[in-house]
């Protein structure tokens, strides 16, 4: 199956060459057939190439690879692999709560009608802080984790529903689901990555597709 990668490659191909052409044997824009193959392959399909680019670019930056393509982000990516199911992205991760192949972004977007546009820029900030030598020696969140990329998927589940943590106290439960009470709060979920922990931690072994482990 041709993929949209393939399909762009093919594009620039066809409009590189179309280019060549032109420039090689600039009378062919002298007849209106000519003239609009010209402005096909000057205007259409760089608009058209640059459209799928992005779009291709911007698929490929939801995956848990790209992510961890910083050096930064390379702890974070091992304490997904950390074989204790108390740490919350190591046992979202193993047990597939969460899509592996995407498992930073599910987990990092927000869940509103302008989420994916937000996550991008924020990704945008990532980027420019690798690239320009300004990485924080301490790197933190640029807002509080706000409940709602939880609820959006545990809402309504039953053992989010009827945990007995989250039951405790008549309002515990309502105070999460407002966000009033942060599931990052001291006593529930309180140790996320836990990068200090790494050196001493036993690591889980994921089992690839074909059988064979890391």
């Given at each position: 199956?041709?993929?949209?990668?393939t399909?762009?490659i093919?594009?620039?191909?066809?409009?590189?060459?179309?280019?060549a052409v032109?420039?090689?044997?600039?009378g062919i824009?002298?007849t209106?057939?000519?003239?609009?193959?010209?402005?096909?392959s000057?205007?259409?399909f760089p608009?058209?190439?640059?459209?799928m680019?992005?779009s291709?670019?911007?698929?490929r930056?939801k995956?848990?690879?790209?992510?961890?393509?910083?050096?930064v982000?390379e702890?974070?990516?091992?304490?997904?692999?950390?074989?204790?199911p108390?740490?919350?992205?190591?046992?979202?991760?193993?047990?597939?709560r969460?899509?592996r192949?995407?498992?930073?972004?599910?987990?990092h977007?927000?869940y509103?009608?302008?989420?994916?546009?937000?996550?991008?820029?924020?990704?945008?900030?990532?980027?420019?802080?690798?690239?320009?030598g300004?990485?924080p020696?301490k790197?933190?969140?640029?807002?509080?984790?706000?409940?709602?990329e939880?609820?959006h998927?545990?809402?309504?589940?039953r053992?989010?529903?009827?945990?007995a943590?989250?039951?405790a106290?008549p309002?515990?439960?309502?105070?999460?689901?407002?966000?009033?009470?942060?599931c990052?709060?001291?006593?529930?979920?309180e140790?996320?990555?836990?990068i200090?922990?790494?050196?001493d931690?036993?690591?889980?072994?994921?089992v690839?597709?074909?059988?064979?482990?890391?």
């Amino acid at each position: 199956m041709i993929g949209p990668l393939t399909t762009l490659i093919g594009i620039l191909v066809v409009a590189g060459f179309l280019a060549a052409v032109f420039v090689f044997r600039p009378g062919i824009t002298l007849t209106r057939g000519g003239k609009m193959l010209a402005f096909v392959s000057l205007f259409v399909f760089p608009v058209f190439s640059l459209a799928m680019g992005t779009s291709e670019h911007m698929e490929r930056s939801k995956s848990t690879a790209f992510c961890l393509t910083c050096h930064v982000m390379e702890d974070y990516g091992k304490s997904l692999h950390i074989d204790d199911p108390s740490f919350l992205p190591a046992a979202h991760y193993q047990n597939n709560r969460v899509p592996r192949g995407q498992a930073c972004y599910t987990c990092h977007t927000d869940y509103t009608m302008f989420g994916t546009f937000s996550a991008k820029l924020r990704g945008l900030r990532h980027v420019y802080a690798q690239v320009s030598g300004q990485v924080p020696e301490k790197l933190s969140l640029y807002s509080p984790y706000n409940n709602r990329e939880c609820l959006h998927c545990h809402a309504g589940s039953r053992s989010f529903e009827e945990g007995a943590t989250h039951n405790a106290e008549p309002d515990r439960l309502p105070k999460i689901k407002s966000n009033e009470l942060s599931c990052l709060s001291s006593g529930c979920h309180e140790s996320v990555h836990n990068i200090a922990g790494l050196k001493d931690a036993k690591f889980w072994s994921e089992v690839k597709s074909d059988g064979e482990g890391n």
